[in-house]
């Protein structure tokens, strides 16, 4: 043999895995390709970590089969990135580099076509098979109905995703003669297909000049740092990216901006491509093909700039001296999945083992980044005023417990249509923001009072009145909404307002303006978000309401109006992060307006308006809030005072996800527990049931860095999955659900 090869497989294993290298394979091997592997009775594809000198003692190692690559797809930063990653989210390294890398570049060469589905006849005449379905075959129901709603082509994975089903039902509405599967050619990104036009630099203001002169001199150091920059909104972060990172090419280098939305995406290709020649997109409506093309792109050192979301934050620059975070305290940052990373501490991460620079902007910082900037781990820089003539917008409060009093209750309530009605008359443009989708949040029983609930989860339905069914925004199990109470038998009414419902009575009261929604119902299809952004920049829409996603880093000159439907909706959840949540949601929302000469106004409309999150987020005053808020964090012991460890076990059956939580929180105790650490839990999860699995919980709060540490050495071997129930590790959820 010619050697031994270290590799880490891409799955829940911990540690390495040697083989011997044999000698036809030698020169082949090195960190960075991936290896074809005997494991545990089948061959696998795993990542080469190192080139060890011996196997360890006592081992009999086995050869390796294969090598998948004649160039590594990984360079050394990567593969050291991954492995930190693994370290601190309590993965494994090859699970960890599994995520850095595009599915279609795990793959091999992509093809130039990709497959789509393509439903069989007029879109609108698909319903009676839906219904024909939706009896004993809801998968294949729901899948349809989405191709359907999506004008009846979509890529067959992009079909997969949106009704969360395998590709069996997919394959089975083939089967039945409804859709068919075809090859079609993979066009490019339309983001970067557009012509742009190139802008000049604007003139920078003091401030401006202040932090792009500070971040430069950093630059130039050649040393790691991270930023804070602080910046009210309107206040021209985005000039002050464009400008440093005009600097970092100049000198040879390259840049990462990361997003936290996909409506972002668009805005803000088209800003750096105004500035930047060579400029590539990572994000998630990319088809495998097409991120695959970018990816490879970068990794030839290709783009100057790359923008994309959190997974961006692995792009294969080969000269990296720039990181920008833009609305760092935004949770869509967090990975949801195994690896659960934070894309903000990759990027501090990242940019350390560069020597890069990262740059954090927000106008609403996270509190853990307020706080790391206080204690000096970070450098906070700051933009307190808004430029190109920007003014506060006026706040109008309307307390909804009042207008509940009053007979025709609406949730556009009459200043609030008074104040459109103004806006619309001076050719204003209007923004009204829901952080809930649908048409009503709840069927109730007027005779037993139980809500409509989810055979599958422990959570109320949400009736969607458009496509005629009530869904389940957890597992996405959707059915026709019952005539009657399936408990008792009697009346159900639908209670409480999404975007849909706001949408319908914003048609009914204003007969004349033109109206647009964004959300995930309305903006799942291709190019939904670029559309809808362009038609309401270009003044084609008056009207435009949403979710999360029209909230922040949006700007619109023209919009003088932003109407919050209901500020206390997520206040009282049971998290404890629900008041810094609302705060950053009012402030973003809030300075969506009054960034043009006509100035604007703020109608924000609560049950509690008198709460200080609600007062200080319409305010846009952060250090007032932090203030607040921070001793109430101390006292209860929760971040930016500790670090969590949420450890979540799920099982068909109730009795076996509370046994293995039970296990898990004893080991946790074992010894007189660990030092820094207190254990809470075993409980149930404040939803104890999702997609028919049961869910218990146990949270750690973990004194410093040390403790989180301590905590996953206890559970490595406590957590493989099993028969009867999955651990789930956590480390610094973003949720507590």
């Known amino acids: 043999m010619a050697g031994f090869a270290a590799v880490a497989p891409p799955l829940p294993v911990a540690g390495l895995f040697t083989y011997a290298v044999p000698p036809a394979l030698a ?5 960075g390709v991936r290896v074809l592997v005997p494991f545990g009775g089948r061959t696998l594809r795993a990542m080469c970590v190192g080139l060890p000198d011996a196997a360890p003692d006592g081992v009999a190692v086995k050869p390796l089969i294969s090598v998948l690559e004649d160039e590594p797809l990984c360079g050394p930063d990567i593969l050291q990135l991954a492995g930190w990653v693994a370290t601190g989210t309590g993965c494994s390294w090859g699970e960890a580099l599994d995520a850095a890398l595009p599915p279609a570049v795990k793959r091999g060469r992509p093809a130039a076509t990709i497959e789509e589905a393509v439903l069989k006849g007029d ?11 939706q009896e004993k075959r809801e998968k294949q129901a729901r899948t349809l109905r989405i191709l359907a709603d999506r004008g009846g082509v979509l890529p067959v994975r992009e079909l997969m995703n949106l009704a969360h089903v395998s590709r069996s039902p997919v394959e089975s509405l083939q089967a039945a003669g409804l859709i068919e599967l075809r090859r079609a050619r993979a066009v490019r990104d339309p983001l970067l297909a557009r012509t742009v036009t190139r802008r000049q630099p604007h003139l920078l203001n003091a401030g401006q000049r202040a932090v792009h002169d500070r971040i430069v001199a950093a630059l130039a150091a050649g040393a790691h740092k991270t930023f804070l920059l602080h910046g009210v909104t309107g206040s021209g972060k985005t000039e002050v990216y464009l400008q440093v990172l005009a600097r970092v ?3 040879g280098r390259q840049g990462i901006v990361l997003v936290p939305e996909i409506a972002l995406t668009p805005q803000t290709v088209q800003r750096f491509r105004e500035r930047f020649e060579r400029v590539a997109v990572l994000h998630s409506h990319l088809t495998d093909a097409e991120r695959a093309e970018q990816w490879r792109a970068i990794r030839r050192g290709e783009a100057d700039v790359v923008v994309g979301a959190r997974s961006a934050v692995f792009a294969p620059v080969p000269r990296l001296g720039l990181i920008v975070l833009d609305e760092e305290h935004e949770t869509t940052f967090k990975q949801q999945n195994v690896p659960r990373y934070h894309a903000r501490d990759v990027a501090v991460e990242r940019a350390r083992i560069a020597g890069a620079v990262t740059l954090l902007g927000t106008a609403t910082p996270s509190l853990e980044t307020w706080f790391r900037a206080h204690e000096g781990e970070y450098e906070r820089l700051v933009l307190p005023e808004r430029v190109a003539g920007g003014r506060t917008p006026e ?12 007979g025709g209750f609406s949730f556009l309530s009459d200043p609030l249509r008074a104040h459109m009605e103004d806006a619309l008359a001076r050719k204003g443009q209007v923004l009204l923001f829901l952080n809930r989708r649908g048409w009503a949040s709840v069927l109730l ?3 037993c009072r139980t809500a409509l609930r989810c055979p599958h989860c422990e959570v109320s339905m949400t009736l969607h009145r458009r496509i005629h069914r009530v869904l389940c925004h957890y597992c996405g199990h959707e059915q026709p909404p019952p005539s009657v109470c399936p408990t008792c038998g009697g009346p159900l009414a639908p209670l409480g307002y999404g975007t849909e419902k706001v949408e319908e009575e ?37 009207v435009l309401i949403g979710t999360q ?9 023209n919009v003088t109006l932003v109407g919050v439907i209901c500020a ?14 609302t705060f950053q949601l009012l402030a973003q929302v809030t300075g969506r307006t009054g960034r043009g000469p006509k100035g604007g106004r703020v109608v924000v409309q609560a049950f509690n308006p008198r709460h200080f999150s609600i007062t200080l987020g319409v305010a846009q005053d952060f250090e007032a809030f932090a203030r607040h808020e921070l001793p109430l964090r101390q006292e209860a012991g929760y971040p930016p005072f500790t670090r969590l460890v949420r450890i979540i076990t799920q099982a068909p059956g109730a009795a076996d996800a509370s046994a293995r939580c039970t296990e898990i929180a004893l080991e946790l105790r074992r010894d007189t527990g660990l030092p820094g650490v207190v254990v809470l839990g075993p409980a149930a999860a404040p939803i104890p049931r999702i997609n028919k699995q049961y869910r218990f919980h146990v949270v750690c709060k973990c004194a410093n860095d040390g403790a989180v540490s301590a905590v996953l050495g206890r559970l490595a071997g406590h957590t493989a999955p099993s028969k009867k129930a999955r651990v789930l590790i956590d480390v610094d959820p973003v949720g507590m659900l």
């Open 27 to 31: 020169g082949r091997v090195r960190p």
């Open 123 to 133: 879109p609108r005449a698909a319903k009676p098979a839906v219904d024909t379905l």
């Open 249 to 251: 090419v100049a000198g």
């Open 395 to 406: 706040v109008v409060m309307v307390d909804l417990t009042i207008e509940e009093r009053r």
């Open 445 to 447: 029983c007027r005779t």
């Open 506 to 542: 914003v048609r009914q009261k204003f007969l004349h303006a033109s109206v647009a929604r964004m959300d995930s119902d309305t903006m799942s299809g291709r190019g939904a978000h670029e559309s809808t952004l362009a038609g309401f920049a270009a003044g084609r829409t008056q």
């Open 549 to 557: 996603m029209i909230a922040k880093g949006l700007d619109f000159p």
């Open 568 to 581: 206390d909706s997520a206040l009282f959840l049971p998290d404890y992060r629900a008041a810094e949540r």
